[in-house]
Structures are given as structure tokens and as C-alpha cells.
């Protein structure tokens, strides 16, 4: 399994989430639409002797959602942020974090950024995102 598909289901467990299309890499033009989408980075952080690793894989979750004069509107686009960001803390607290396959254990997610509004188009919508940072061990091959 990869990281990607690893993390697309674990988000799938966050409730608003749970039913509806969660891209990857891709986020439709219509609103109320979700997508997870890979960032670079490098991803080994540390290298043990016996060939084990401590690695991160960043991501973002995005949305498009309606945005304009309506200032109810842009609190309730970034009240679902903020909502995410406190169940990705519970869900820390917890240790229920994504099952990365064999050889790879997550060890933590992290919200790296708040939600913000990070393109608005001319159509009344906009692109919101989060930036998160998966930490995990990966077993050596040794």
C-alpha cells in the first residue's frame, strides 16, 4: 500500500469525510469537493545503522468551497479546518493513525499549517487547504 492510499483512507474515517468522492491529486472545479494531494519534501529524516529510517511524507488536504461577501460562509469554510485540525490532535492522542503496510509504522501526523483559503478563482470559489506531515519508521532491509 502506498503512503497516499494509506493516508486517503485514514481520512475517510474524519466524519465529513467519510461519504462523497476524496480525490488525490486532483480537485474538481464544482464546491464541496475534497482532495488529498502529495507535497515534496525530502523524505528521510533520519538513517539508523541497521538500515532503518525515520521518514515524513507531507500532504494536504484540500477543498473547493464557495467564498465571497458572505462572511458566514468563509467562517464555516474555515470552522471545518479547524474542526479537522482538532480531530487529527484526537486522533494523535489516541494513536489511531493510518496503517502504512509492512515494514512502515506511522508515528505521528502533524497539522503544519492552518486552513486557509490558498486560490480563489472568479466563479465564487475557492481552493482551501491544510498542510499536514506524516512521520513514520521504516524497517531496515538488513
Known sequence: MTSIEALRGWLRTYEPLSAGRLAVDFLPKQARTYSVDSVPCKEEVKQYLDGSS?????????SREFKGEDITQNVDNLAFYEGFAAWVLQQNRARRLPAL????????????T???PFQVDEHGTARYQIQLRLEYFQKGER
Not at 503496510?101 to 497539522?111: F, H, M
Open 54 to 62: 525515520l521518514r515524513q511524507f507531507l500532504f494536504t488536504l484540500s
Open 101 to 112: 503496510g509492512e515494514g512502515r509504522t506511522a508515528r505521528k501526523i502533524e497539522v503544519a
Open 114 to 116: 492552518s486552513g486557509y
